[in-house]
């Protein structure tokens, strides 16, 4: 769809027409209110005064003006067609707002279809927008969008599962080295956490072995494991740090 209006800046008429009489004004707004509709103008004199509806009395002066003033603000295109740098620009940045707004308006209506149609949570529907091809997808057929979005939130849950145990329990279990109580609890606990969850335990459980300043004050591993001990902040003393006594 066409835009109904053109933007015409201000400043920069009044700076390019400064030395245009009246007339040449009026013509050469034509001419670039033709461009704003067709995208381009025809390079033929006669055309260009039809467009701009000069008079038979008129048509040397236009001829003239044309040659002298209006033509050195058109460039000649790969068509052999004429257009202004200035007007092509604010066309071409017009067809990009309007694609991406035409975008964000698909986007908005697949979100709340997700939501409303399929109880999406906030987290799928980040997945979504990641994932689904706005550009591609018939926003019309209800049905076929529907399908799309339960693969790809079934694509989201799949990738979420704990469908391969990236860690085993018994490195865990080596590394915890407090080796009594209920392993077989352990190793349910352990297979029931994500794999963000049994790397973050590998990565912080070093520093918080660390903190613990004697062996029986560790809990057991089931402890550990119920009360997500791998979260508790433990701020790691620096060993280089002065007794206080010692301090400027």
């Known amino acids: 769809m066409k835009d109904p209006a053109v933007l015409l800046y201000i400043d920069t008429w009044l700076t ?3 030395d245009l009489r009246g007339a040449e004004k009026g013509w050469y707004l034509n001419l670039l209110l033709y ?3 067709k995208g381009s103008l025809p390079n033929d004199i006669e055309e260009l005064a039809n467009l701009c509806d000069v008079r038979i009395s008129e048509y040397d002066y236009f001829k003239q003006v044309f040659k002298q003033v209006l033509k050195q603000k058109f460039k000649q ?3 052999g067609r004429l257009e202004n740098p200035k007007a092509s620009e604010i066309i071409r940045k017009r067809e ?3 694609e991406k707004r035409k975008l964000s308006g698909k986007i908005g209506y697949v979100i709340k279809l997700a939501i409303n149609e ?6 799928q529907c980040e997945f979504i927008k990641k994932h689904l091809k706005v550009d591609e997808i ?4 209800k049905q076929v969008l529907k399908q799309e979005l339960k693969q790809i939130i079934k694509l989201y849950i799949d990738e979420d599962k704990d469908v391969i145990i990236n860690i085993d329990f018994n490195i865990f279990w080596d590394l915890y080295n407090k080796k009594i109580g209920a392993k077989d609890k352990c190793i349910i606990k352990w297979n029931n956490l994500n794999d963000k969850e049994r790397q973050k335990i590998i990565d912080t459980l070093p520093l918080f072995l660390k903190s613990i300043k004697e062996k029986k004050y560790q809990p057991y591993a089931e402890t550990y494991l119920n009360q997500k001990r791998w ?4 701020k790691e003393e620096n060993p280089y ?3 206080d006594h010692l301090e400027m």
């Open 16 to 18: 390019s027409t400064k």
């Open 96 to 98: 990009t707002f309007k």
């Open 241 to 243: 740090k002065l007794p």
């Open 35 to 37: 461009q704003y509709d």
């Open 231 to 234: 979260n508790d902040e433990i």
């Open 77 to 79: 295109n790969e068509n």
């Open 138 to 141: 018939d926003v019309k057929n």
């Open 118 to 123: 399929l109880k999406a949570t906030e987290e």
